[in-house]
């Protein structure tokens, strides 16, 4: 292995050693996985300990580190990074953003109950999926707000998860700003002509896939997912006004700005960079905790 200046990259106990850091990733990611953490910032952990680790066996640690820059400088890794690190901090608005107290807002204005209710909660974890970019993000969000709003509503607790559960993965299958969309496009070149294919490309390409399976998922859950005995009283009532906002309705303006520029301008840094502006300022307006 040739390392920077033509000076050769070599490790103690040979070249198969070299595989040290990503040994320790995969490692660190099964072992997460068995804890169930989901953290971006412990798979960041993760990749740290196996990078240092396998410094340690190589015989010239500078040209580690040097051949471990030119990786992450080399396309399309870095542009990766780059998005990577827009679409957290969009996300991360999007999910302190309030919009789910907003959703039960507008569930409750319409009144809507039972398995209007669960369909809905689908719909709405399919609608933050794609803001957010993660489902389980979606899921940790949405589940405190619309799950007892949805029991309070008379909607089948086992349907009701369900929905939650199905509506996140939906909206992260959909989502230009997630971390699969943006792997799998940067991982599949084109058959026709050369290059990887654009983040737009692959959501315009999976529409058709994704809206007939969410329209059949939502027809169920309209037709299922009611049959709770539901709760009324002071204190239903109250619970439900605790997880109601309506001006957080207005954050779904980036999300639909956001898709939008994806699909349409076909280069994710624009609408990445368009979703943040729009819901930095729609937030600082009208969501108080955001």
């Known amino acids: 292995m ?3 200046g ?17 040994i320790i ?17 412990a798979l960041i952990a993760a990749a740290v300990i196996g990078l240092v680790v396998g410094m ?39 999910a302190s953003s309030g ?7 507008l569930g409750k204005a319409i009144n809507l109950r039972g398995s209007a209710f669960t369909a809905f909660t689908f719909a709405s974890c399919g609608i933050l999926g794609i803001a957010t970019g993660t489902s389980v993000g979606t899921i940790v969000t949405m589940t405190p707000v619309l799950f007892p709003a949805g029991i309070i509503l008379g909607a089948n607790p086992i349907y009701l998860t369900g929905a939650i559960l199905s509506g ?21 070149p084109y058959t026709q002509k050369s290059g990887v294919a654009e983040i737009g490309g692959v ?30 009283g002071a204190e239903a009532q109250a619970l439900l006004e605790q ?27 624009v609408a990445l960079t368009g979703g943040i502006i729009s819901s930095t300022v729609i937030g600082l307006v009208s969501v108080a905790d955001i």
């Open 243 to 269: 997880h109601s906002n309506p001006p957080a309705l207005l954050m779904l303006i980036p999300v639909i700005i956001v898709i939008y520029l994806a699909i349409t301008d076909k280069v994710i840094f």
């Open 25 to 41: 990733f995969v490692l660190g990611v099964i072992v997460l996985s068995l804890k169930g953490i989901f953290s971006m910032d």
């Open 2 to 4: 040739k390392g920077i």
């Open 56 to 94: 340690l066996f190589a015989k010239n640690w500078i040209n580690y580190w040097d051949e471990a820059a030119r990786g992450i400088r080399e396309s399309p890794i870095y542009l990766t990074i780059l998005i990577f690190f827009l679409a957290g901090f969009f996300g991360q608005i999007m």
């Open 168 to 188: 996140a993965a939906v909206g992260d299958h959909f989502a230009p700003v997630s971390d699969t969309t943006i792997i799998s496009s940067m991982t599949q």
């Open 99 to 105: 919009l789910a107290e907003g959703f039960v807002w």
């Open 203 to 232: 959501v315009r390409a999976r529409i058709k896939y994704t809206v007939i399976a969410a329209a059949a998922a939502l027809v169920l859950y309209l037709v299922l997912g009611g049959g709770g005995t539901g709760l009324s």
């Open 6 to 22: 033509d000076n050769k990259l070599e490790f103690y106990g040979g070249s198969v050693i070299s595989a040290t850091p990503f």
